[in-house]
């Protein structure tokens, strides 16, 4: 009976081993150009990476499989899409980054010999896009330069960086009286031809007091009260 009972373990831990590497292989459907990645190029980077747009188009698989090395390090430095900032450190609106998944995405992409699919018929249709002037930054709220205390009551909506000295990052958060600290904005590496406002999801109402720090010295930010 003994010897029974162990043979079956072996057969059955024999089982697993075979089974568990087929339950988990992730290759069997690798993305490809014509599937999953226009999809993600033309929802956040055709507005730019385009014909008539502020930068090399990469609106075709001919466009975009010669550069796609340098895409790859571009997304997983967090430097395209353009943001600015570091991903869950405050909770914006407006957030352009990229969330993990399409980082990882792209990199199994290009890793996986950047394919551009056998099916054309997944090809999605290209955008259209509207050349219209960009809408004004807002400009209601005081200014930091380094430490700045608010004096009353003020409903935090955003932050604007106005005059940031390139490549500087800098973690900037809302201290309360009472010691709380709530997490606003990290900047990283931030390039100014990038300039625009990081509008909060939820306003913070902060009371009288509060200090709003992490603002290099060398740095002005805008912190806005409305808009």
Not at 54 to 63: E, P, R
Not at 71 to 95: C, Q, T, Y
Not at 142 to 164: D, Y
Not at 168 to 177: D, E, G, K, N, Y
Request: glycine share 8%.
């Amino acid at each position: 009976m003994k010897v029974r009972a162990l043979s079956l373990c072996v057969m059955a831990l024999s089982l697993c081993l075979t089974v568990a590497p087929a339950a988990h292989n992730f290759g069997v459907n690798p993305p490809t150009w014509n599937r999953e990645i226009s999809r993600l190029v033309y929802d956040r980077c055709a507005s730019c990476h385009r014909e008539g747009g502020t930068a090399f188009s990469l609106m075709t698989y001919q466009d975009a499989q010669p550069r796609a090395t340098a895409i790859k390090e571009a997304v997983l430095s967090r430097r395209m899409p353009p943001w600015g900032a570091v991903k869950g450190f405050g909770d914006f609106k407006n957030e352009q980054g990229l969330t993990q998944e399409q980082v990882e995405l792209v990199s199994d992409w290009v890793e996986g010999g950047t394919t551009k699919g056998n099916n054309p018929n997944v090809l999605p249709k290209p955008p259209k896009f509207e050349n219209k002037p960009p809408a004004p930054l807002p400009s209601h709220g005081p200014v930091a330069h380094g430490r700045l205390t608010l004096r009353e009551a003020t409903v935090i909506r955003g932050l604007l960086p106005v005059n940031v000295p390139a490549q500087a990052s800098m973690q900037i958060t809302a201290v309360f009286p009472d010691g709380r600290v709530e997490p606003l904005l990290w900047l990283y590496e931030y390039q100014a031809r990038f300039r625009h406002a990081f509008l909060l999801r939820r306003p913070i109402t902060v009371p009288a007091g509060t200090r709003i720090e992490g603002v290099v010295p060398t740095a002005s930010i805008r912190v806005l009260t409305s808009g």
